[in-house]
């Protein structure tokens, strides 16, 4: 079956601009993660929903970062008022179910490769 | 919070010999999940291992082999008979095996493997 796709594979965007970054995970895949990957860096993680609610935002860097899985399938992570800072792979990743004894495993999308000038 | 650490920011290997990555982790956890990705330049990150904190047997899967010191909270990767094809980013990833509000990984720097032909 499809694997986890993400889009745009890349963006740019001038710095102050708003971007919009979709997932869309694998069927049936009740958990959702955001990480961001900075140059040279490992990901580092942003939030996370089990269906639609957000269960964990705490990695989210600012009030500007939002994300949103309204009907507990495609994910938006939406970026306001862009800065330089905030350029970066931005990873999603859906596994079958979220916390707990049973480590499912996270299935990673490809990337977008976010470039704010 | 955990962190984990790979101090190797490169590595090379000759083909068809083997290489060892390393890892170490802080936790205050006493069951958790460990797990090596690897990162090819097309920015997939696919699962390459895992390991459970409980189960004293160091993980296998094929030609990758896990070394896993609970007590020295260490976690390396071998991989014998090294492959063209193994050449990507590694990284090294902890996950708790009971947060509650899911089961996100924390990453390593990663360790940027180059295989020599």
């Known amino acids: 079956g499809a694997g986890v796709s993400q889009s745009p594979r890349y963006k740019v965007a001038k710095r102050g601009q708003d971007v919009a970054l979709r997932c869309d995970p694998i069927?049936?895949?009740?958990?959702l993660f955001w990480y961001q990957q900075a140059l040279g860096q490992g990901p580092e993680f942003l939030t996370y929903?089990?269906?639609?609610?957000?269960?964990?935002k705490s990695g989210l860097p600012s009030d500007r970062f939002f994300a949103e899985r309204p009907e507990g399938s495609v994910s938006t992570l939406k970026i306001q008022r862009t800065q330089q800072e905030d350029s970066a792979v931005y990873l999603c990743?859906?596994?079958?179910?979220?916390?707990?004894?049973?480590?499912?495993?996270?299935?990673f999308g490809p990337g977008t490769r976010l470039t704010v000038t | 919070a955990q962190t984990v650490t790979q101090s190797q920011p490169e590595m090379s290997v000759q083909e068809a010999e083997t290489v060892t990555l390393s890892c170490t982790y802080d936790?205050?956890?006493?069951?958790?999940?460990l797990f090596w990705y690897k990162q090819p330049p097309s920015r997939q990150m696919i699962l390459v291992i895992r390991?459970?904190?409980?189960?004293?047997q160091n993980a296998t899967e094929n030609r990758f082999s896990v070394n896993f010191q609970k007590a020295a909270k260490s976690f390396s990767l071998k991989i014998s008979d090294s492959q063209l094809g193994d050449a990507a980013m590694y990284f090294c990833?902890?996950?708790?095996?009971?947060?509650?509000?899911?089961?996100?990984?924390?990453f390593g720097e990663g360790t940027q493997l180059t295989v020599n032909p």
């Open positions: 069927s049936g895949h009740v958990s």
């Open positions: 936790t205050s956890e006493s069951d958790y999940y």
């Open positions: 990833a902890y996950r708790s095996a009971w947060e509650t509000s899911g089961s996100r990984l924390t």
């Open positions: 990743a859906s596994s079958l179910q979220g916390g707990g004894p049973t480590p499912h495993e996270q299935y």
């Open positions: 390991q459970e904190a409980y189960k004293q």
């Open positions: 929903f089990q269906n639609e609610a957000q269960l964990d």
